[in-house]
């Protein structure tokens, strides 16, 4: 119980003070705004109105606020963790394929088929739990990371214009921002730990405006937003296309494998130890992710899934309680009907989001590293991290216009991290198929003699058992065919 308090400040169960909940609130919420780009650069490639634009994040964001409760509940849908909701880049260019091809009705389809998928990923998921290991999740977590330090890195150091000038104030606030929130949650204590991260920003946009550093079109975008205002309904129906299940199942794919990292941090973030416990908040958790894309779909918007960047956030803060998730939750939904609060919100100075999201993604980074290192690697599970990894880096390298050459292969490539999730998930079922077929070859005791011998029937009764060994093998931590264990 001593070693639970320690790792959390504020608890699972934890009742707060109002105040206090509204403030770790909008810690989250401040994040979170950030990837309301993703819909944004949508429907700008799809050249759409002003109208469709509001349309498309509103809707994203009531699909955050829905998708965030159901990720709360301890029991039924949800993995019972504080892990909010935010749109992921992960099912933008599948996004951007669709809008160019269909409008925004092909994209509301296509999400909807994702969100179908993940919700059947999900059910298997409780019954094959050994398809994401303790390895495979912390190399997603590790990625996670690298993408939010690499992302954020232009806006940190403030290079703009064709030749990357650099304007000297913005890497001043952005490296003022991130020593505050580094300082807080690796030396402050208590209140000023927990709310690290809410007084680096406030202390980096007190002093952007002192330096006078803000967007050009800010200005323009909170006066012409109403204060107050109802969404006008600009639904567009639902289109599906057969040439873009494969990107959008990839998407799917990648996804649920990075959420599967971030719920297996939150079993050690909360110290939920149970087996059964573990298995229902995965397949939970998996399956309020799948809704949460279900309903963005439906309403119009864009695929949503667990932040990353927030899940690193109530690790940090030692914050874990569902009550701030409520708050979360409710920020969004009233957040729909005041545009105003909204498009402020969205225009926050880059270097504070910059300094915000290296101090998120190197946290990322070291959870990554520890839930790696839980179990000894044997040279299968090197490849697994190291492979993938490299291939990472590559893409990471690479400028976007290589990576957009192919239709089908830029909408592939263009997300890093659904590249080596993908890679790391066919890797790992690789040797663990190919073991398990080994080992239950050698229990059935098949031999070229014995097979030309035995008739069709015999044949075809060994391969059922071989089959229903592996099945049955893979839904627990373990596998034993026979007299071979492999772990």
């Known amino acids: 119980m001593k070693e ?90 599948p996004s951007l394929l669709a809008v160019q091809i269909g409008g925004l009705s092909m994209v509301a389809g296509m999400t909807l088929m994702a969100g179908s998928f993940q919700v059947v990923l999900a059910r298997l998921t409780r019954r094959f739990q050994n398809l994401f290991p303790l390895h495979l999740s912390g190399l997603i977590l590790v990625v996670n990371g690298g993408v939010l330090v690499h992302a954020a890195l232009g806006r940190f150091i ?4 064709a030749h990357g000038t650099m304007d000297w104030r913005m890497p001043l606030v952005g490296m003022l921002t991130l020593t505050i929130m580094s300082g807080l949650f690796v030396k402050g204590t208590g209140l000023l730990r927990s709310y690290g991260l809410a007084l680096g920003m406030t202390v980096g ?6 330096l006078g550093i803000e967007d050009p079109g800010m200005t323009g975008a909170v006066q012409a937003a109403p204060l107050f205002g109802l969404p006008q309904w600009q639904h567009c129906g639902f289109d599906f296309d057969a040439s873009l299940c494969l990107p959008f199942t990839l998407a799917a794919l990648a996804v649920n494998a990075k959420s599967s990292g971030l719920i297996v941090q939150g079993h050690h973030t909360n110290k939920t130890i149970a087996s059964d416990d573990r298995k229902r908040r995965l397949s939970g958790g998996l399956l309020a992710d799948g809704f949460g894309t279900l309903l963005a779909g439906f309403l119009g918007g864009i695929g949503t899934s667990m932040s990353a960047a927030n899940a690193s956030l109530s690790m940090v803060s030692r914050v874990t309680a569902r009550r701030v998730g409520y708050g979360v939750a409710a920020i969004f939904l009233l957040l729909v009907f005041f545009p105003k609060l ?22 990322l980074v070291r959870a990554g590293v520890q839930m790696i290192r839980l179990k000894p690697l044997d040279t299968r599970r090197w490849i697994v991290v190291i492979l993938p990894l490299v291939v990472w880096i590559w893409i990471e390298m690479m400028s976007p216009g290589c990576r957009a050459r192919s239709t089908w292969m830029g909408s592939v490539l263009s997300s890093s991290i659904s590249t080596t999730a993908l890679l790391a998930f066919a890797l790992h079922c690789f040797f663990s198929s190919w ?7 050698r229990h059935i005791g098949l031999t070229p003699m014995l097979q030309m011998a035995e008739s069709d029937s015999v ?22 065919i026979g007299d071979v264990t492999i772990l």
Not at 49 to 59: D, G, L, N, P, S
Not at 158 to 161: A, E, I, N, Q, V
Not at 205 to 210: D, E, I
């Open 435 to 441: 073991s398990l077929l080994v080992a239950a070859w």
């Open 459 to 480: 044949r075809a009764s060994r391969v059922k058992a071989m089959v229903i060994h592996i099945i049955t093998s893979t839904k627990g931590g373990a596998h034993r």
């Open 205 to 210: 946009y007190l002093f952007s405006l002192l």
């Open 4 to 93: 639970k308090q320690k790792l959390t400040c504020y608890g699972l169960d934890a009742v707060l003070p109002f105040f206090a909940m509204i403030l770790l609130s909008m810690q989250h919420v401040m994040i979170i705004i950030v990837d309301l780009a993703v819909p944004v650069l949508v429907v700008k490639v799809m050249g759409g109105t002003a109208a469709q634009t509001a349309w498309v994040v509103q809707m994203s964001m009531v699909a955050i606020g829905v998708g965030t409760l159901f990720q709360i509940q301890p029991k039924g849908i949800g993995s019972g963790y504080l892990i909010p909701h935010s749109t992921t880049s992960i099912f933008l260019a």
């Open 342 to 363: 909204t498009v402020a919100l969205f225009y926050m100075p880059q270097p504070v989001v910059g300094g915000t999201m290296v101090c998120i993604g190197f946290n």
């Open 158 to 161: 403030g290079s703009t214009g």
